[in-house]
């Protein structure tokens, strides 16, 4: 069993700033320890977490696949985020290194990306409310929680690598069936590989690897 990374070095105040991680979080944990074996054979050498909020999610992928293995690049706009993302990165040995963009804006990552993790703003909101100042930002997704999300769906394809595979939590309000469908025309096979109910909310994570045959 992987551990759980270490945030002792955050504290309450960090959070009202910086997305604390919950059940989203877990979960996607989850979803990566169980793909920790078939991760560590492909081993990856570039993996991107976009959204990097604390920098819980790229400590655990370092690791299921090996600190030393690969390059961690973590992005947020939030400067507090990638304060926390390094921060956590130290507290656990493993070298993340953050960047300041939104989502991948500015990085020349295509066919690069071997393993690309994104934990989005995904709860429905006015359009308003997404991009807003402060924590909110790190949740409010705009009609049907996909406003962030739907700005990144179409560049997958393209930064992944051959072997490159996407691991995408949401909720059942984002219509997961169609980001898949979405995908599936750009070459990917998506596929639910955790699910759990929170509260009100049913979260999954979809993973997405290229079709076979596809470049």
Request: charged letters at 25%; glycine letters at 8%.
């Amino acid at each position: 069993m992987i551990p759980t990374p270490d945030l002792g070095h955050l504290k309450a105040s960090d959070y009202q700033h910086v997305y604390e991680p919950a059940e989203d979080t877990f979960l996607l944990l989850d979803a990566l320890e169980q793909d920790q074996e078939r991760l560590r054979q492909a081993a990856p050498r570039m993996c991107v977490e976009v959204g990097s909020g604390s920098g819980c999610v790229s400590a655990f992928l370092a690791g299921v696949i090996g600190k030393q293995n690969a390059v961690f690049l973590c992005t947020d706009v939030n400067l507090r985020a990638l304060q926390a993302t390094r921060q956590t990165g130290t507290q656990n040995q493993a070298s993340l290194e953050p960047v300041r963009t939104d989502l991948v804006s500015g990085l020349r990552l295509q066919g690069r990306v071997d393993v690309l993790v994104f934990n989005p703003p995904y709860v429905p909101t006015p359009s308003e409310e997404v991009a807003c100042d402060g924590i909110a930002a790190a949740w409010a997704g705009g009609i049907d929680g996909r406003e962030v999300t739907d700005r990144l769906l179409p560049r997958v394809a393209d930064l992944l690598s051959p072997r490159g595979v996407f691991y995408l939590v949401a909720v059942r309000e984002n219509k997961p069936q169609e980001m898949i469908d979405q995908l599936a025309k750009a070459g990917l096979h998506g596929e639910v590989t955790c699910q759990r109910r929170s509260g009100p909310e049913r979260l999954c994570v979809i993973r997405f690897t290229r079709r076979a045959g596809q470049p």
